[in-house]
């Protein structure tokens, strides 16, 4: 038998209070809210040990997954993030300050640039990975690997439609 939470008590104060509408998707939804909460306080605390904002730590992390030589074209990394020009320009600038990425030539654009990873950005991202992993771990502590498997192929199925459309939206601006 599952204990009571808190979202427990707001799903029966809302049936209580609005018995004419289904509150159950309350029970899912206000779960994952809660639990992002959770993970933005675990991310950003692992971001800040590193000296690393959380939409830093994505535009490394973009970057280290493209594999050696760890470089993306501007436009490559705002389709890997999801935000706009003006916010990639900041990140990157920042970053560039920090002498976490540098800018070079495209070889292949002349007109182009490409933002590598320095090796002082590749340590910096491997650092907070690690220990952004290590908390999501204690965050999934009490959690069956099968429970795991299985909770995130149901977020899966949850996530895909709006990705997909996030994605078609951001392409079409």
């Known amino acids: 038998m599952s204990r009571s939470d808190e979202v427990d008590g707001l799903v029966t104060a809302w049936q209580r209070e609005r018995p004419?509408?289904?509150?159950?998707?309350?029970?899912?939804?206000?779960r994952v809210t809660r639990l992002a909460r959770h993970l933005d306080i675990a991310r950003r605390e692992a971001f800040e040990a590193h000296d690393l904002e959380s939409g830093e730590f994505d535009v490394l992390a973009a970057l280290r997954r493209a594999g050696a030589p760890y470089e993306l074209s501007p436009?490559?990394?705002?389709?890997?993030?999801?935000?706009?020009?003006?916010?990639?320009?900041?990140?990157?600038?920042?970053?560039?300050?920090?002498?976490?990425?540098a800018r070079k030539?495209?070889?292949?654009?002349?007109?182009?640039?490409?933002?590598?990873?320095?090796?002082?950005?590749?340590?910096?991202?491997?650092a907070a990975l690690t220990d952004l992993l290590e908390r999501e771990?204690?965050?999934?502590?009490?959690?069956?690997?099968?429970?795991?498997?299985?909770?995130?192929?149901?977020?899966?199925k949850i996530v895909l439609p709006f990705d997909q459309v996030a994605v078609t939206e951001f392409n079409d601006e």
């Open 20 to 30: 004419d509408l289904d509150v159950a998707p309350m029970h899912v939804l206000s």
């Open 105 to 126: 030539p495209d070889p292949s654009d002349g007109r182009g640039v490409l933002v590598k990873l320095t090796t002082d950005g590749r340590n910096a991202v491997d």
């Open 137 to 156: 771990r204690i965050l999934l502590a009490g959690i069956s690997k099968a429970d795991r498997t299985q909770l995130a192929d149901v977020l899966r």
């Open 75 to 101: 436009s490559a990394l705002l389709t890997a993030n999801l935000v706009t020009s003006g916010t990639m320009t900041n990140r990157i600038d920042r970053l560039e300050e920090k002498n976490l990425v």
